[in-house]
């Protein structure tokens, strides 16, 4: 009996969070208190999770643009593909894959810690409690404007980031002379499809959702003192990575086949 | 006035509240007292509605608090105000917008009315002109009395604080005790102080009531306490060797005094 017990346990506790997490988003979604004060919030989530998040996103995509452009140059030596090749594998495998998926794991580990560490601190030193005592919807007060605002903001990160990544594998492609401007340009332009932006954005939102929501989860119902609130930060990240390459198989699954 | 009625309250296997049944009075500092981990915090954290209740109810004035739903608990949630054990300011704001916090969410004053608002608290808690500082460039004392004006800014008809004097020297502690009997007194508000403080029993307990193994074992008020012979409450009360010294030196008196009549 013990033993079945020990077995079970992981499980329960896992379909235990699963459940608290979805009654959570049962009651974030509710009317915030004062519009005024939800859009000053807002405005603050934006510039913390959006525009402070735009440096090592732009480093990032640089950089793997031009990781991408030459990998795929060195292993191209088939004389029947033509020498556009580069440029349509370099643009599709960034809208497709790497800006989306690649950048929001990146942006897991630092939002998501981010997040979790600061609700987990408001827990343990009871702001969190302060708020419920006042009769303040301290769900919907504080996690709200974090989702509204990767929501919004994290398409944006998308947008640049694939700009970048194309002028990264330009960038690397012209400077190690595997390509022209003029072939690697070519190669940007063919067989395009719209449908690969909207599949890209509708990737990157789900997994602002993901990240916010998981990372907020874990701080929220953090126990304990500061050590917790390091422990239900890796827990968030560790999480929310987990969750968005699940989602990643999944949306993959459901839009592109 | 709060009524606890027959609270019960386990966390698991373990039960904290046994079968509570208190009352606290309106206009009085009420305090709820024990030792360490016999379910003071618990208590407060029910009334407050922290906690829910696993049976017995809480009555705010008659108005029984754990048959009401989330967001019908608001109407009395604006009634109360609390000052916690850390102080619990929220530490990306000032000082004055920590006060401004409740006001600017549950009421429809004007910013200069805030303003003002905030001001009188923090003139009433004798810290005018500390509006702009933020709470970590303050001391706990005065992080202690930030919240009290915190707590006071909705003009609320229930005070609750959670060892206000944790980790205060003892001059300090009386500052906070005095301001809290004063605002009690002043504004007729129900007080309920946890502590395990004995110099805060003394000084300002209107009515005492102490909890043990998660019962109400004992109440009465600050001069009861010292002459009680419950045994829990003389080895709480009379912990130290100090304490103990001093109650056999004013039973000798007594006992002299008794003799000369």
């Given amino acids: 009996m013990n033993e079945i017990t020990i077995i079970l346990a992981p499980i329960m506790n896992v379909l235990t969070n699963i459940g608290k997490y979805f009654m959570m988003l049962s009651i974030i979604f509710s009317r915030p208190e004062k519009w005024r004060i939800f859009r000053n919030r807002l405005m603050n989530e934006i510039e913390l999770i959006g525009v402070k998040s735009l440096p090592i996103s732009f480093i990032i995509s640089l950089f793997m643009g031009g990781v991408i452009a030459l990998q795929t140059a060195a292993n191209m030596d088939n004389p029947l593909l033509p020498a556009y090749t580069v440029g349509y594998i370099t643009r599709s495998s960034t809208i497709l894959e790497f800006s989306p998926t690649i950048l929001s794991l990146i942006l897991a580990g630092k939002i998501g810690s981010n997040i979790a560490s600061e609700i987990g601190t408001m827990r343990v030193t009871e702001q969190i409690d302060a708020l419920e005592t006042m009769g303040i919807n301290s769900l919907t007060y504080l996690i709200l404007p974090k989702i509204v605002a990767a929501i919004l903001f994290f398409p944006i990160i998308l947008i640049f980031s694939i700009g970048l990544s194309l002028v990264g594998g330009w960038i690397s492609l012209v400077m190690s002379g595997l390509a022209s401007t003029e072939t690697y340009v070519l190669g940007i332009r063919s067989f395009y499809l719209d449908s690969d932006i909207v599949y890209a954005l509708v990737k990157t939102i789900v997994f602002a959702f993901v990240i916010v929501t998981i990372s907020s989860f874990y701080g929220y119902y953090t126990k304990g003192g500061a050590l917790d609130v390091g422990r239900s930060s890796t827990q968030a990240v560790v999480t929310s990575s987990i969750v968005i390459l699940i989602c990643n198989f999944f949306l993959t699954q459901m839009i592109l086949l | ?261």
């Fill in chain 2, 1 to 261: 006035m709060i009524e606890v009625v027959k609270v019960h309250k386990s966390f698991g296997e373990h039960q904290v509240l046994n079968d509570i049944s208190t009352t606290f009075e309106t206009g009085k500092v009420n305090m709820i007292i024990g030792q360490s981990g016999q379910g003071k915090s618990v208590l407060a954290k029910c009334i407050v509605g922290l906690h829910e209740v696993d049976q017995g109810c809480i009555l705010y004035d008659g108005r029984n608090f754990s048959d009401l739903e989330g967001y019908e608990r608001r109407d009395i949630r604006k009634e109360i105000g609390m000052l916690f054990q850390g102080s619990a300011l929220f530490d990306s704001m000032s000082v004055e917008k920590n006060i401004m916090f409740p006001l600017s969410m549950l009421t429809n004053m004007t910013k200069k009315e805030m303003q003002m608002r905030a001001d009188f608290c923090l003139e009433r808690v004798n810290l005018s002109g500390k509006n702009k500082l933020l709470p970590a460039e303050c001391s706990g004392g005065m992080q202690k009395r930030i919240a009290i004006a915190r707590a006071i800014s909705m003009k609320p008809k229930y005070l609750f604080c959670d060892e206000p004097n944790s980790g205060l020297d003892p001059k300090t502690s009386i500052v906070i005790d005095n301001l809290i009997r004063e605002i009690t007194y002043e504004y007729g508000i129900t007080t309920v102080v946890i502590t395990h403080d004995m110099n805060s029993v003394i000084e300002i307990g209107d009515n005492i009531v102490f909890i043990h193994e998660g019962k109400n074992w004992w109440h009465g008020d600050r001069k009861d306490i010292i002459t009680t012979d419950n045994p829990e409450i003389n080895s709480f009360v009379y912990a130290s060797q100090f304490m103990k010294d001093i109650k056999a030196s004013m039973q000798e008196n007594l006992k002299s005094n008794i003799q000369n009549l």
